[in-house]
């Protein structure tokens, strides 16, 4: 027989628009903690709330449920929702209205965790923190390739999330957008060392580190800090983030079936690592790979459950009472997102730059 390993606890992804058998049963195992949506769990906004609340019921303490909402090219839920701009464009408008840029920004982070909250979602997986630079996977999902403009808007995003009643994932520490290479078909290597790295890319996430309720981190290896990727790293998890920086949020894997994440083995050795090195939570978002993986693992490390509940959304409104509100002039969310829609617009015109 094979022997089981100890783990948790583990966001995984789903099949489809209902939580069916399978679902119920992964859910129900004790190394899981929450579930991450994708477009292919998407139908209809009534559909979404059904399949949000069959999650929430289904054992107890409740799942968290997660979400990539960031805008622009990660949206995942679009028809029935906000069509948010990425946040390269508000980076773009420091240069020429450094306060629009900073009203907006706010604008985006609260409507889009408004309508997260709304359909019992917890967390969306924002902001992206990363710069600009050269990376074929970030591009505009950053801000800017200056870390002083990452840095500001960041925390003005932060705070719209917090007002609404959201938790933060800063991501993908400690910077992944300074190599071209994407984490998500090939393996990704910065050669620069721990100090060009805090003059840069790390700043946002330093100087932002107090505000942050979570911290996503990157399938990154920086061979001048350690051999392995930074997510399977002791050095920057406990050494940098939990010694160095006293960084006392969440930390999470990012999706531990990435192609650079092969690295540590296979998925149960791939999880293993992730929790040795100091993360709290791992993502496996792919149906197939949390099939795989769950058969390995037995029982939750002990206190798991405590970076499920410190992200819990709090206090929201319903879509219902957002648009009651809207109707009768009360409220910001309609003019907001309406504004946010002609922005999207205009960044999606023809012949506009969208980054990579």
Same mark, same amino acid.
């Given at each position: 027989m094979?022997?089981?390993?100890?783990?948790?606890?583990i966001?995984?992804?789903?099949?489809?628009?209902?939580l069916?058998?399978i679902?119920?049963?992964?859910?129900?195992?004790?190394?899981?903690g929450?579930v991450?949506?994708?477009?292919?769990?998407?139908?209809?906004r009534?559909q979404?709330?059904?399949?949000?609340?069959?999650? #929430?019921a289904?054992?107890q303490?409740r !799942?968290?449920?997660? &979400?990539?909402q960031?805008?622009?090219?990660?949206q995942?839920?679009?028809? $029935?929702?906000t069509?948010?701009?990425?946040?390269?464009v508000?980076?773009?408008?420091?240069a020429?209205?450094?306060?629009?840029?900073?009203?907006f920004?706010?604008?985006?982070?609260?409507?889009?965790?408004a $309508?997260?909250?709304?359909?019992?979602?917890?967390?969306?997986?924002?902001?992206?923190?990363?710069?600009?630079?050269g990376?074929a996977?970030?591009?505009?999902?950053?801000?800017?390739?200056?870390?002083?403009?990452?840095t #500001?808007?960041?925390r003005?995003?932060?705070a719209?999330m917090?007002?609404?009643?959201m938790?933060s994932?800063g991501?993908?520490?400690?910077?992944?957008?300074?190599v071209?290479?994407d984490?998500?078909?090939?393996?990704?290597?910065?050669?620069r060392?721990?100090?060009?790295? $805090?003059r840069e890319d790390?700043? !946002?996430f330093?100087?932002?580190?107090?505000?942050?309720?979570?911290?996503?981190?990157?399938?990154?290896?920086y061979?001048?800090?350690?051999?392995?990727?930074?997510?399977y790293?002791?050095k920057?998890l406990?050494?940098?983030?939990?010694?160095?920086q006293?960084?006392?949020?969440?930390?999470?894997s990012?999706?531990l079936?990435?192609h650079a994440?092969?690295?540590?083995?296979?998925?149960?050795e #791939?999880?293993?690592?992730?929790?040795?090195?100091?993360?709290?939570?791992?993502?496996?978002?792919?149906?197939a790979?949390? =099939?795989?993986?769950?058969?390995g693992?037995?029982? !939750?490390?002990?206190?798991?459950?405590r970076? &499920?509940?410190?992200?819990?959304?709090?206090?929201? =409104?319903?879509?219902?009472?957002?648009?009651?509100?809207a109707?009768?002039g009360?409220g910001?969310?309609?003019?907001?997102?309406?504004s946010? $829609?002609l922005?999207?617009?205009v960044?999606?015109?023809p012949?506009t730059?969208?980054?990579a």
């Amino acid at each position: 027989m094979q022997q089981k390993t100890k783990a948790g606890p583990i966001l995984i992804g789903i099949a489809g628009t209902e939580l069916d058998a399978i679902a119920r049963q992964q859910l129900a195992h004790p190394c899981v903690g929450g579930v991450v949506l994708f477009s292919r769990n998407y139908a209809n906004r009534a559909q979404l709330l059904s399949l949000v609340t069959q999650i #929430r019921a289904c054992c107890q303490p409740r !799942p968290l449920v997660c &979400i990539d909402q960031e805008g622009g090219r990660v949206q995942r839920l679009r028809e $029935e929702f906000t069509a948010l701009p990425p946040l390269g464009v508000l980076g773009r408008m420091v240069a020429t209205n450094q306060e629009r840029a900073l009203d907006f920004t706010y604008r985006h982070a609260r409507v889009m965790a408004a $309508e997260m909250l709304a359909c019992g979602i917890d967390l969306s997986f924002a902001p992206v923190l990363d710069l600009d630079r050269g990376s074929a996977v970030i591009g505009d999902r950053s801000f800017s390739p200056s870390a002083d403009v990452v840095t #500001r808007l960041g925390r003005t995003y932060l705070a719209g999330m917090h007002d609404a009643g959201m938790k933060s994932t800063g991501k993908h520490f400690p910077g992944h957008g300074s190599v071209v290479a994407d984490s998500h078909s090939e393996d990704v290597v910065d050669d620069r060392s721990l100090a060009e790295l $805090e003059r840069e890319d790390l700043v !946002p996430f330093t100087q932002l580190a107090r505000y942050l309720d979570a911290l996503m981190i990157a399938h990154v290896v920086y061979p001048k800090v350690d051999t392995l990727p930074a997510g399977y790293s002791h050095k920057w998890l406990h050494g940098f983030l939990r010694g160095t920086q006293a960084y006392e949020g969440v930390i999470m894997s990012d999706d531990l079936g990435m192609h650079a994440a092969h690295v540590a083995g296979s998925l149960v050795e #791939r999880c293993i690592l992730s929790l040795q090195a100091g993360c709290d939570l791992v993502l496996v978002c792919q149906p197939a790979d949390v =099939e795989l993986l769950l058969g390995g693992l037995d029982q !939750p490390l002990p206190d798991a459950t405590r970076a &499920i509940a410190a992200l819990y959304g709090t206090a929201h =409104e319903s879509f219902a009472e957002l648009e009651a509100a809207a109707s009768q002039g009360a409220g910001e969310w309609r003019y907001w997102q309406q504004s946010l $829609e002609l922005l999207s617009k205009v960044h999606n015109k023809p012949g506009t730059k969208t980054g990579a």
